[in-house]
T-cell receptor, first 113, second 118 residues
Framework: DAGVIQSPRHEVTEMGQEVTLRCKPI?????LFWYRQTMMRGLELLIY????????DSGMPEDRFSAKMPNASFSTLKIQPSEPRDSAVYFC???????????FGPGTRLTVL | QQQVKQSPQSLIVQKGGISIINCAYE??????FPWYQQFPGKGPALLIA?????SEKKEGRFTISFNKSAKQFSLHIMDSQPGDSATYFC?????????????????FGRGTSLIVHP
């Protein structure tokens, strides 16, 4: 099993640009989570999906952030426009139905200049 | 608020020593308490987990102690090794109801950076 796949692994962009992060969950997993990790705030849950439906997006910091899951094998997190304070490592995780463990991807390190 | 408070923020231990990381929570609706281990440049990975009906769970050198009345749980790493050097996160989950019938919301502690000196 390939595990959770995220792309790109590193992203450097300039303030004001649109950034799209991608995630492919583990096949058969019904839950998908997006997290942001910073030194100051630790690991923050941004949004999660169940069967492709967004369940809780209360962690999304503001309207510049949006997430979609058009099918069971793909999700995106978009930031438009990006700001330097968005610099962080963004993780995607998936979880199988009825189980408790979350499987994390390797993360995308985002730097906004 | 669903919060989990973790301490210490950083921990340095000599090889062979015992590493202890503590977490406390307020929400009695939490029903699952996992610990995750994260190495630099990697995503967190599940290390060990416990449910509140059990007071202790051991897997190899890793043990979770759970005190339901005090709403506290801790991770003990026995015979700590340099390879254990990583960031450790405690977490808690509770189940909530929504229009879909139910969902669960995980909450993570701030993390503890463990360094084990050879």
């Amino acid at each position: 099993d390939a595990g959770v796949i995220q792309s790109p692994r590193h992203e450097v962009t300039e303030m004001g640009q649109e950034v799209t992060l991608r995630c492919k969950p583990i096949s058969g997993h019904d839950y998908l989570f997006w997290y942001r990790q910073t030194m100051m705030r630790g690991l923050e849950l941004l949004i999660y999906f169940n069967n492709n439906v967004p369940i809780d997006d209360s962690g999304m910091p503001e309207d510049r952030f949006s997430a979609k899951m058009p099918n069971a094998s793909f999700s995106t997190l978009k930031i438009q426009p990006s700001e330097p304070r968005d610099s962080a490592v963004y993780f995607c995780a998936s979880s199988p139905r009825g189980y408790n463990e979350q499987f994390f991807g390797p993360g995308t390190r985002l730097t906004v200049l | 608020q669903q919060q989990v408070k973790q301490s210490p923020q950083s921990l340095i231990v000599q090889k062979g020593g015992i590493s202890i990381i503590n977490c406390a929570y307020e929400n009695t609706a939490f029903d699952y308490f996992p610990w995750y281990q994260q190495f630099p440049g990697k995503g967190p990975a599940l290390l060990i987990a416990i449910r509140p009906d059990v007071s202790e769970k051991k897997e190899g050198r890793f043990t979770i102690s759970f005190n339901k009345s005090a709403k506290q749980f801790s991770l003990h790493i026995m015979d700590s090794q340099p390879g254990d050097s990583a960031t450790y996160f405690c977490a808690a989950r509770f189940r909530s109801r929504n229009a879909s019938g139910g969902s669960y919301i995980p909450t993570f502690g701030r993390g503890t950076s463990l360094i084990v000196h050879p």
